[in-house]
């Protein structure tokens, strides 16, 4: 289960619930995407055929602190791969509202 934990002083945190016994008990764990500047929002996996996950999430290219959503300037979709379903790399833009905008698409 890819969900945003908002509940402690260090922002919106992309997380995943992983429940090892039919969904009776979760634990919650932080998403670690590496490579990414910005902050993430908004998971969405993909089960890939080679078993991996990619996952697709919203961001601000900025840099700003805090939820992306609320910050000025383009935004972005982005996607990253994992093995695990925690630690992803690779990410990699996707779409960008300044493209969308400028006609490009």
Request: hydrophobic share 35%.
């Amino acid at each position: 289960l890819y969900f945003v934990d908002a509940s402690d002083s260090a922002g919106d945190q992309p997380s995943v619930a992983i429940s090892k016994d039919l969904g009776q008990t979760f634990e919650k764990q932080t998403i670690k995407i590496k490579g990414a500047a910005t902050p993430a929002v908004d998971p969405n996996p993909v089960l890939l055929d080679n078993s991996k996950i990619r996952l697709y999430y919203f961001s601000n290219p900025v840099g700003t602190s805090g939820d992306p959503a609320a910050a000025s300037g383009p935004h972005q979709i982005m996607s990253a791969q994992s093995s695990d379903g925690v630690n992803f790399e690779s990410p990699r833009e996707v779409f960008a509202e300044e493209y969308y905008r400028s006609g490009c698409l």
